[in-house]
């Protein structure tokens, strides 16, 4: 069996500049298993997110990101979403006039749409029409009682007037719909207070239990969203680089010493 994922050497430079953010990053995810990236402010968390999910702000200058035996950085974003990867956002965009129900069916339907006319030679079948209303309203049904997320969230404008938890909330109820095989979750705990931290991550971890082969991978600055969403593997990023990989109490003791003695390793014993 080879690689499920595995990012090889990555380099990345934000796009049209000589400014290099990721130098050399190297990560393997396992099926089922919940990694988290933590580090300093500046060290390249979230454009190693972007650079996963093809934002065009970031450009790979080397490396390969190998997902089921495919090199992702050579698919577009929403192919990369159609083979299971999903990135939940640090900062999600608000869309007047467009409600969550709406957003929701309509990226189903995409997908569907795409990977319909994938294995019919690029053409669409003209008898394929999408999720048909009754199924996925069962579906959205469902996915909101599980997360614990009022019925009345669907009908409303995706992030418009949301609060920061109400933005996450959001972000994980596509998840619940799109059943990714592998959630990327950028700082997810950026402006959330503890009430909304403990909803939110409650949220990841029921859709974890659920489909318990989706890999995970947690980027956050601060432990406190780890003692939510637990996870297995524990990495520092520094400077572009995994410069420390561990279990979970990596995470509790950088909660305590801070990243300094990771960046003078001439004090390390």
Do not use: C
């Amino acid at each position: 069996m080879g690689t499920w994922f595995e990012i090889r050497d990555l380099h990345v430079k934000i796009a049209d500049t000589d400014r290099e953010i990721l130098k050399g990053l190297s990560l393997t995810i396992n099926p089922g298993e919940i990694h988290a990236i933590m580090g300093p402010n500046g060290s390249g968390k979230s454009t190693l997110a972007y650079a996963l999910m093809g934002h065009p702000g970031y450009e790979v200058t080397g490396g390969e990101v190998i997902f089921k035996g495919q090199n992702i950085l050579e698919m577009e974003a929403d192919e990369r979403s159609r083979a299971g990867i999903f990135l939940a956002f640090q900062y999600p965009v608000a869309i007047p006039g467009v409600t969550v129900a709406n957003f929701l069916r309509t990226a189903i339907n995409a997908r569907i749409k795409a990977e319909a006319a994938a294995k019919n030679g690029g053409v669409l079948p003209p008898d394929v029409r999408g999720v048909p209303i009754p199924v996925f309203t069962k579906q959205l049904r469902e996915a909101l009682q599980m997360l614990k997320v009022d019925q009345s969230f669907a009908g409303r404008y995706l992030n418009d007037g949301f609060s920061g938890g109400e933005k996450k909330r959001a972000e994980i109820l596509q998840m619940a719909m799109l059943k990714p095989e592998l959630a990327i979750l950028d700082e997810t705990d950026s402006g959330l207070d503890i009430d909304a931290l403990r909803i939110v991550s409650e949220g990841v971890n029921t859709l974890h239990r659920s489909n318990p082969q989706m890999g995970v991978l947690v980027i956050t600055h601060y432990q406190r969203l780890l003692n939510y969403i637990k996870p297995q593997f524990v990495h520092v990023l520094i400077d572009g680089r995994i410069v420390e990989s561990g279990g979970p109490e990596l995470a509790l003791h950088l909660e305590e010493k801070g990243y300094d003695w990771l960046k003078e390793p001439e004090l390390v014993d």
